[in-house]
């Protein structure tokens, strides 16, 4: 590893501004966003810019996995329901779910309480919090505040000295 990565801090590697949303954005705007920008996390803010929590590829696999068709459903369940409550062609319970989930505040579904680091704390330290508590990005912040985010990506670039 390049003596200049040992020495080197959050702030010198972290993407910066960091693209953030408020408590009030919806998962398919937020979705949007990440997609737009290529990337992979969305520090969440209050009213008042301090960082409540995040919004990260994760989530939408938690809600795309929450999320079964018809198809998947018992056999007997799905003939139940398209018997007696609104028919074949009706939408299912969990379709609907989905679709609405599109218009939920990420305040409902982010993560709250991850880790968060400074932006003079030293690579590895940076590299350890992101193993221990197994995620692929972290927040780094001043007064409550994001000021950037590191991803793993940007530890390889500072490793292989670049």
């Not at 590697?13 to 966003?33: D, G």
């Not at 679709?99 to 350890?128: E, F, G, H, I």
């Not at 001043?142 to 940007?154: E, F, L, S, T, W």
Request: aromatic share 4%.
């Amino acid at each position: 590893m390049p003596v200049s990565a040992l020495e080197a801090k959050a702030g010198e590697i972290m993407s910066s501004p960091p693209i953030v949303v408020s408590e009030l954005t919806t998962l398919k705007e937020a979705a949007r966003l990440m997609i737009e920008n290529g990337i992979g996390c969305l520090p969440v803010v209050d009213q008042m810019g301090k960082l409540t929590g995040v919004v990260n590829e994760r989530t939408f696999q938690v809600q795309l996995a929450g999320v079964k068709p018809d198809s998947a459903m018992n056999p007997d369940r799905r003939v139940f329901e398209e018997l007696f409550i609104d028919g074949p062609d009706r939408m299912s319970s969990i379709q609907e779910a989905f679709v609405a989930s599109y218009s939920r505040p990420v305040a409902q579904c982010m993560l709250k309480n991850q880790p968060t680091v400074t932006r003079d704390t030293p690579l590895w330290q940076v590299a350890d919090t992101l193993l221990k508590a197994h995620i692929s990005h972290v927040i780094v912040v001043q007064d409550g505040k994001p000021i950037g985010v590191v991803a793993r990506h940007d530890l390889m670039r500072a490793y292989a000295g670049g």
